[in-house]
């Protein structure tokens, strides 16, 4: 329940801003990495991509790194689309 209210509280207080929104979860302090992350990704299902700032999606290459067997270097934008298939 608390991790709901601070995501509710961030996504409300954030004001539509990505960067204030996310900021305002971490800075919550309760479970900080896993509520930021919920508020990134709500937003990101409502602006997609184009609605992330290029500060949060740039350093990481378009690449995510598994340790699921056979899945090991993947590219973001093609694991996004596996899932949404």
Known sequence: IPNACIVALALLY?????????????MCGLDADCNAATVGSILGVFRGAAGIP??????????????????????????AQRTLA
Do not use: K, M, Y
């Open 54 to 79: 290029p500060r949060w999606t740039l350093p990481l290459h378009d690449r995510v790194e598994s340790w699921v067997r056979g899945e090991g270097d993947n590219s973001i934008l093609a694991l």
């Open 14 to 26: 954030g004001g539509g801003s990505f960067d204030r929104s996310i900021l305002t979860a971490a």
